[in-house]
Antibody
């Protein structure tokens, strides 16, 4: 079955970096994009960015433009999300998700399935 | 960027109730809206894509409608497993893929 499995919880100090992995299985990896969404404790969903796994093109949310990088390892069907210069308000659960696209008259996108989430805690 | 608002922010309902959640966009986004359900401690799950299309495997008591700036998620007969938070999402062909603030549905 289609599955995304993320790496385990991380604890970092302010100013450090973190890298979270998202390993895909059960489908042709290069046929779909991967996106990242985060959720701070008790808060809503915040879109961070996405990558076209086939050609490596990335788009980032304006809020994260300067601090996040998405990279892909085609040999292991894994996407990595690195967030730099961490602050306490980066404490959140980080999710990856597969981007499903449907071209009808226009191109529709949605996220399915999602990984299980990775808790990143930033604390001094 | 397009902003999404949802109403209500929370609601209390009973099993069997009909529930309607509204999502409003700050500008015309045609049918570029998805709906997700999130239960505590779990990842979100897609329910509806492109405003009105039911994802495979989602019960038909869920439905979506709307276009332009106003969108609705309806649950025709609320079941115990439907108590969750529901998010709308703007999903045009290019990012950003903004989410609404969410609507919490809990037991009356």
């Amino acid at each position: 079955q289609v599955q995304l499995v993320q790496s385990g919880a991380e604890v970092r100090k302010p100013g450090a970096s973190v890298r979270v992995s998202c390993k895909a299985s059960g489908y042709t990896f290069t046929a779909y994009g991967i996106t990242w969404v985060r959720q701070a404790p008790g808060q809503g969903l915040e879109w961070m960015g996405w990558t076209n796994v086939y050609n490596g093109k990335t788009d980032y949310g304006q809020k994260f433009q300067d601090r996040v990088t998405l990279t892909t390892d085609l040999s292991t069907d894994t996407v990595y999300m690195e967030l730099r210069n961490l602050r306490s308000d980066d404490t959140a659960v980080y999710y990856c998700a597969r981007v499903v696209s449907l071209a009808v008259d226009v191109l529709y996108n949605w996220f399915d399935p999602w990984g299980q989430g990775t808790l990143v805690t930033v604390s001094s | 960027d397009i902003q999404l608002t949802q109403s209500p922010s929370s609601l209390s309902a009973s099993v069997g109730d009909r529930v309607t959640i509204t999502c409003r966009a700050s500008q015309n986004i045609r049918s570029f809206v998805n709906w997700y359900q999130q239960k505590p401690g779990k990842a979100p799950k897609i329910l509806i894509y492109a405003a009105s299309n039911l994802q495979n495997g989602v019960p038909p008591r869920f439905s979506g409608s709307g276009s332009g700036t106003d969108f609705t998620l309806t649950i025709t007969s609320l079941q115990p497993e439907d108590f969750a938070v529901y998010y709308c999402q703007h999903s045009s062909k290019t990012p950003p893929f903004t989410f609404g603030p969410g609507t919490k549905v809990d037991l009356k």
